[in-house]
């Protein structure tokens, strides 16, 4: 198995701890949050800068690292919703946009159909996801403060 791929299984595989650890709403064990977040944002800039310039990219790997991100993404969103932190319509926005993007996706495949700018608005989703996710983190952090 290649190393980009047990990257994005282990980032994906963070999302219970980040999880339980927030579940405490003490300030060290956010703080054990944010890092475990932290962590996994930066193994997914690790996990993409060593892959994509070399054009390293499998279809298990172009499959992984977007799965990953939305399970960790959607996780953190789906507890801030249930504790009422976060609107539920933005959430199912995001699982709407996603649900499309698969759908076009998956079609555009089927005719062998070059999708431009996929990869770059995929990053820029992605990344502006995780600065929500932190931000909400870090507001529990400063609440427990």
Do not use: C
Not at 66 to 84: W, Y
């Amino acid at each position: 198995m290649r190393h980009t791929n047990v990257i994005s299984i282990i980032r994906a595989a963070t999302l219970p701890f980040i999880v339980f650890l927030l579940s405490f709403q003490v300030r060290a064990a956010t703080f054990g949050a944010l890092a475990l977040l932290l962590l996994a944002i930066f193994s997914d800039l690790i996990d993409g800068y060593r892959s994509q310039p070399e054009n390293k990219l499998t279809k298990v790997t172009s499959f992984l690292d977007p799965l990953a991100d939305k399970i960790i993404i959607g996780g953190l969103l789906l507890l801030f919703v249930l504790r009422n932190e976060y609107p539920l319509w933005i959430l199912l926005l995001f699982v709407l946009r996603d649900v499309l993007f698969g759908i076009i996706h998956y079609f555009a495949g089927r005719e062998e159909i070059y999708l431009t700018g996929e990869r770059t608005y995929g990053m820029l989703l992605t990344n502006s996801q995780y600065i929500i996710v932190a931000g909400l983190v870090l507001r529990q952090l400063y609440e427990t403060w």
